[in-house]
């Protein structure tokens, strides 16, 4: 990431694979936490926006074409919506999704990096928006993948699991023994969710994710769509499930209310989404 921090039209950017993923903006904060390099910056498109490592997280005014297409899928087909989690998530978006859906009684939302979730209720409060102060949040700093390590069986109906690429203390939330876990603690009817990176700029991972997720759970599918600023802009999440492929057939009722306030998803806006596989992505999994 380069830039001039008092400067308002230096370019921020992420770096990938010899390309750059920048905004023009100032810097406001970049500091190291125990965990890794978080940067606050405030751009002229979107808004102040979060790097983790360097890496685009989220950003005010483009955070719901990610938050929207993890939560709505799996928060709208889950049987039932007593008990949630979030693995990761530390800005507060998916959060935030989340708990506009009434029925969910309580919201486990574990986050490793305490200092994440301080910077953006201070620099990026309409991310979580009333979320922070909502009774049915349970925020704990903790490591997510011990936490579903520890969790009993069949204890949550919906897993969400928001975290950044796997480096760092992302890593293991792309591996079989955590995604084993997550079907462990995953109630009959439950829905499993993850952002699964971008068939573009990251599709050795990506493609591995969903072959490691059909493996553990009886089905499991990539949805696609676009976080124009993630590298190459275009982006994937997955949903598993047990009995049949539940996150493909959201419950009517609940859709409606939540897509009526929607920026990007819909019933019509998800079909499309998981019909638009790239065919090399279809034929690799079918290998
Ligand atoms: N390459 C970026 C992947 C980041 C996914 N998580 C974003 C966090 C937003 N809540």
Redesign the pocket.
């Known amino acids: 990431m380069k830039s001039t921090p008092a400067n308002y039209n230096s370019w921020i950017d992420e770096y990938h694979q010899g390309i750059r993923y920048g905004m023009e903006g100032k810097i406001l904060i970049n500091e190291k936490s125990t965990f890794q390099q978080i940067t606050l910056i405030e751009s002229k498109r979107y808004g102040k926006g979060l790097l983790l490592d360097g890496?685009?997280?989220?950003a005010e005014h483009q955070e719901r074409h990610?938050?929207e297409c993890l939560v709505h899928p799996a928060i709208c087909s889950a049987e039932n919506l007593h008990k949630v989690l979030i693995i990761g998530?530390g800005?507060g978006?998916?959060a935030r999704e989340c708990l506009r859906h009434k029925e969910i009684e309580h919201l486990d939302m574990v986050e490793i990096d305490g200092r994440v979730v301080e910077l953006s209720q201070k620099y990026l409060p309409t991310l979580g928006g009333q979320a922070w102060n909502d009774p049915r949040l349970h925020l704990k700093i903790e490591d997510g993948i011990a936490w579903v390590a520890k969790a009993n069986d069949n204890s949550y109906d919906v897993v969400i699991v928001?975290?950044?690429?796997p480096e760092g203390p992302s890593k293991g939330l792309f591996n079989k023994s955590f995604f084993n876990n997550c079907k462990r603690i995953l109630r009959p009817g439950g829905v499993f969710a993850t952002?699964s990176e971008s068939p573009e700029a990251f599709r050795k991972v990506h493609i591995e994710t969903v072959r490691i997720l059909r493996e553990i759970f009886e089905f499991a599918d990539p949805l696609y769509g676009w976080v124009p600023m993630?590298?190459s802009g275009w982006w994937s999440w997955t949903f598993a499930s047990r009995e049949r492929p539940r996150y493909k057939n959201p419950i009517a009722k609940r859709a409606e209310f939540i897509s009526k306030e929607c920026e990007i998803w819909s019933i019509r806006w998800q079909q499309g989404a998981f019909d638009a596989i790239p065919a090399f992505i279809e034929r690799e999994l079918s290998k």
Request: glycine fraction near 18%.
């Open positions: 890496c685009w997280m989220t990610y938050h998530g800005d978006g998916t928001d975290g950044s690429d952002q993630y590298p």
